[in-house]
Each structure stands twice: as C-alpha cells, then as structure tokens.
C-alpha cells in the first residue's frame, strides 16, 4: 500500500507559478513511478506528467510540455510538480498518482493509487 498526500494548490493568476508536493508513505517510493492528473469540473481527469521511480525517465501532456516540470526526490518519499506560465485553463484538482508501471501511471484505467487531490485555481 501506498498513501499519497498532495500539497500546494492555490489561488494564482494568469502567468504565476506553482509548485505542488506529493508525500508518499507505506511501501518504498522509489519502486513506483509517479504521475500528476487533473480534472476541471464537469470534465475527465487527464494525464499531465509521469517519472519514473529513479527520477530518470519523464514524460509530459502535450498542453503543459514546456511550461510544467515533474521532479521527484526519493530521500524525501516526495514528489513535485512545478508550473509555470499558469493560464485559466490550468484550473482543476491535481492528483498525485503512483503506479509500479511507467506506462501504467500514465492512464486513469491502470494508476494503483491516488491521492485526495489539490484545488489549482488560476484567475484571469
């Protein structure tokens, strides 16, 4: 088992950053690869960004390639997700994810495990 707890969502505007945490506890983090989803109200939750579980190999949403940067450090159980040049359409719930699959944290239908979630609004 492993439990997820996401931190660091807030009010922002249009072209601020942010970056948001996930700590992780239970089985060894470093096995699993992680990944961050969103959902805006009234929509699906979608892929944003995966590592892998030795920080090597990532992998990004074409909407926030160039802007959003998934980091992890394993000493610390943690997991980042820093964001910039926040638009409007940022806004959503952010979910921290983990799966043992690199491939696997990349899909709704595969993640193992999510946390709670975090509120990102950003205003115009």
């Known amino acids: 088992q492993v439990q997820l707890v996401e931190s660091g969502g807030r009010l922002v505007q249009a072209g601020g950053s942010l970056r948001l945490s996930c700590a992780a506890s239970?089985?060894?983090?470093?096995?699993?690869?992680m990944g961050w989803f969103r959902q805006a109200p009234g929509k699906e939750r979608k892929f944003v960004a995966a590592i892998g579980g030795s920080g090597g190999s990532t992998y990004y949403a074409d909407s926030v390639r160039g802007r959003f940067t998934i980091s992890r450090d394993n000493a610390k159980n943690t997991g980042y997700l820093q964001m910039n040049s926040l638009t409007p359409e940022d806004t959503a719930v952010y979910y921290c994810?983990?799966?043992?699959?690199?491939?696997?944290?990349?899909?709704?239908?595969?993640?193992?495990?999510w946390g709670q979630g975090t509120q990102v609004t950003v205003s115009s």
């Open positions: 994810a983990a799966d043992p699959s690199f491939l696997g944290v990349r899909s709704t239908y595969s993640v193992d495990y």
């Open positions: 239970g089985r060894t983090f470093s096995v699993y690869a």
